[in-house]
C-alpha cells in the first residue's frame, strides 16, 4: 500500500484538527458554566442596586420582572449548554474514531517495514549461502 504514508499523514492531520476543535469547545462550555453560575450573584447584585437606589421601584412587579429575565437567559444558557456538550460528546466520537484509524494505519505500515525487512535479510542470507556455496565449490 504506497499511499499509506499518506493516508497515515491525513488521519494526523485530522486527530490535531479534532483535537483542536475539542479543546476549543471544552473552553467554551467551561465559559458557559461560569456565566451560568454567575447569573445568580447578577441578579442578586441587580436587586440590591435597585433597592439601595429607589425602594420604591422594589414592587412585585419589578422582582417578577427581574426573575423572568434572569430565567429566560437561564435557560438560554441552559440550551446552549446542552447544545455545546452534545456536539463536544460527538466530536469526541468523531477523535476517538480517527485516532483509531491512525493507529491502524501506522500498525500496517510497522507491519509492511517489518515484512519488508524480514525479506531484505531473506534474500541476504540466501544470498550468502549461494556465495558461501560457490566458494567452498571453487576450494
Do not use: C
Request: proline share 1%; aromatic share 6%; charged share 35%.
Amino acid at each position: 500500500m504506497q499511499q499509506l504514508p499518506l493516508l497515515i499523514r491525513l488521519k494526523h492531520d485530522e486527530v490535531e484538527r479534532l483535537s483542536s476543535e475539542r479543546a476549543a469547545l471544552e473552553r467554551t462550555l467551561g465559559e458557559l458554566r461560569v456565566a451560568l453560575g454567575g447569573l445568580e450573584q447578577e441578579w442578586l447584585q441587580e436587586e440590591q442596586f435597585v433597592s439601595q437606589h429607589d425602594p420604591d421601584m422594589m414592587t412585585f412587579e419589578v422582582l417578577d420582572h427581574y426573575r423572568s429575565m434572569n430565567i429566560a437567559k437561564k435557560e438560554a444558557l441552559l440550551a446552549e449548554i446542552s447544545e455545546t456538550t452534545l456536539y463536544l460528546e460527538k466530536k469526541m466520537e468523531d477523535l476517538q474514531e480517527a485516532f483509531a484509524d491512525l493507529k491502524r494505519y501506522e500498525y500496517i505500515e510497522q507491519e509492511q517495514l517489518t515484512k519488508a525487512a524480514k525479506e531484505a535479510l531473506l534474500a541476504e542470507t540466501k544470498l550468502l549461502d549461494e556465495i558461501g556455496g560457490q566458494l567452498s565449490r571453487d576450494e
